[in-house]
Nanobody, 120 residues
Framework: QLQLVQSGGGLGQPGGSLRLSCTAS????IGWFRQAPGKEREEVAC????????KFTDSVEGRFTISRDTTGNTVYLQMNSLKSEDTGTYYC?????????????????WGQGTQVTVSS
Protein backbone atom coordinates (compact mmCIF):
# COMPACT_ATOMS: atom_id res chain seq x y z
CA GLN A 1 0.00 0.00 0.00
CA LEU A 2 1.16 3.49 -0.82
CA GLN A 3 2.70 5.27 2.15
CA LEU A 4 2.41 8.98 2.66
CA VAL A 5 4.61 10.73 5.21
CA GLN A 6 3.64 14.15 6.47
CA SER A 7 5.68 16.84 8.15
CA GLY A 8 5.25 20.43 9.18
CA GLY A 9 2.39 22.15 10.91
CA GLY A 10 2.30 23.10 14.57
CA LEU A 11 1.36 26.41 16.11
CA GLY A 12 0.83 29.46 13.96
CA GLN A 13 -0.35 32.96 14.72
CA PRO A 14 -3.32 34.62 13.07
CA GLY A 15 -2.05 36.21 9.88
CA GLY A 16 1.03 34.02 9.94
CA SER A 17 2.16 31.12 7.79
CA LEU A 18 2.80 27.42 8.09
CA ARG A 19 3.80 24.80 5.57
CA LEU A 20 2.85 21.15 5.41
CA SER A 21 4.55 18.54 3.30
CA CYS A 22 3.48 15.11 2.16
CA THR A 23 5.96 12.68 0.63
CA ALA A 24 4.88 9.65 -1.37
CA SER A 25 6.77 6.92 -3.17
CA UNK A 26 5.79 8.33 -6.54
CA UNK A 27 3.59 10.79 -8.36
CA UNK A 28 -0.08 10.62 -7.48
CA UNK A 29 -3.02 12.96 -7.33
CA ILE A 30 -2.82 14.28 -3.78
CA GLY A 31 -5.44 15.96 -1.67
CA TRP A 32 -5.18 17.76 1.64
CA PHE A 33 -8.04 17.36 4.07
CA ARG A 34 -8.63 18.75 7.52
CA GLN A 35 -10.83 17.96 10.45
CA ALA A 36 -11.59 20.39 13.23
CA PRO A 37 -12.86 19.19 16.60
CA GLY A 38 -16.53 18.37 16.38
CA LYS A 39 -16.66 18.90 12.65
CA GLU A 40 -16.63 16.67 9.63
CA ARG A 41 -13.53 16.21 7.55
CA GLU A 42 -13.34 18.64 4.65
CA GLU A 43 -11.34 18.82 1.48
CA VAL A 44 -8.88 21.70 1.52
CA ALA A 45 -6.86 21.46 -1.68
CA CYS A 46 -5.90 19.04 -4.41
CA UNK A 47 -3.10 18.78 -6.92
CA UNK A 48 -2.87 16.52 -9.93
CA UNK A 49 -0.03 14.04 -10.37
CA UNK A 50 1.64 16.34 -12.89
CA UNK A 51 1.06 19.44 -10.83
CA UNK A 52 -0.76 21.00 -13.72
CA UNK A 53 -4.12 21.22 -11.98
CA UNK A 54 -4.97 22.47 -8.53
CA LYS A 55 -8.06 23.43 -6.67
CA PHE A 56 -8.96 24.87 -3.27
CA THR A 57 -11.96 25.05 -1.09
CA ASP A 58 -13.48 28.52 -0.98
CA SER A 59 -12.40 29.23 2.58
CA VAL A 60 -8.69 28.95 1.74
CA GLU A 61 -8.70 30.24 -1.84
CA GLY A 62 -6.13 33.02 -2.17
CA ARG A 63 -4.47 32.14 1.14
CA PHE A 64 -3.21 28.60 0.60
CA THR A 65 -1.13 27.25 -2.25
CA ILE A 66 -0.36 23.67 -3.20
CA SER A 67 2.70 22.61 -5.14
CA ARG A 68 5.13 19.79 -5.83
CA ASP A 69 8.89 19.59 -5.49
CA THR A 70 11.12 18.90 -8.49
CA THR A 71 10.88 15.13 -8.03
CA GLY A 72 7.12 15.34 -7.96
CA ASN A 73 6.96 13.03 -4.97
CA THR A 74 6.53 15.69 -2.29
CA VAL A 75 3.50 17.93 -2.16
CA TYR A 76 3.49 21.12 -0.15
CA LEU A 77 0.56 22.97 1.32
CA GLN A 78 1.64 26.54 2.01
CA MET A 79 -0.79 28.18 4.38
CA ASN A 80 -0.66 31.97 4.57
CA SER A 81 -2.83 34.56 6.31
CA LEU A 82 -3.81 31.95 8.83
CA LYS A 83 -7.11 32.22 10.63
CA SER A 84 -8.31 30.55 13.80
CA GLU A 85 -10.76 28.54 11.73
CA ASP A 86 -7.82 26.88 9.98
CA THR A 87 -7.16 24.98 13.19
CA GLY A 88 -7.49 21.25 12.85
CA THR A 89 -5.78 18.02 12.01
CA TYR A 90 -4.54 18.00 8.44
CA TYR A 91 -4.17 14.84 6.40
CA CYS A 92 -2.84 14.24 2.95
CA UNK A 93 -4.23 11.42 0.88
CA UNK A 94 -3.84 9.90 -2.53
CA UNK A 95 -7.04 10.73 -4.36
CA UNK A 96 -9.11 9.99 -7.41
CA UNK A 97 -9.81 13.24 -9.18
CA UNK A 98 -11.62 13.07 -12.47
CA UNK A 99 -12.14 16.71 -13.44
CA UNK A 100 -11.16 19.99 -11.84
CA UNK A 101 -14.77 20.56 -10.81
CA UNK A 102 -15.20 17.13 -9.23
CA UNK A 103 -14.37 16.33 -5.60
CA UNK A 104 -11.11 14.67 -4.72
CA UNK A 105 -11.96 11.21 -3.41
CA UNK A 106 -9.46 9.57 -1.06
CA UNK A 107 -8.48 6.12 -2.30
CA UNK A 108 -7.45 4.71 1.07
CA UNK A 109 -3.83 5.85 1.37
CA TRP A 110 -3.44 8.52 4.03
CA GLY A 111 -0.69 10.39 5.74
CA GLN A 112 -0.39 10.13 9.49
CA GLY A 113 -1.98 13.53 10.12
CA THR A 114 -0.51 16.66 11.60
CA GLN A 115 -1.99 19.18 13.98
CA VAL A 116 -2.29 22.81 12.95
CA THR A 117 -3.29 25.27 15.64
CA VAL A 118 -3.79 28.93 14.88
CA SER A 119 -3.80 31.01 18.00
CA SER A 120 -2.25 34.15 19.40
Amino acid sequence: QLQLVQSGGGLGQPGGSLRLSCTASGRFNIGWFRQAPGKEREEVACISSTGGSTKFTDSVEGRFTISRDTTGNTVYLQMNSLKSEDTGTYYCAAVRWITVQSPCIPNGSWGQGTQVTVSS
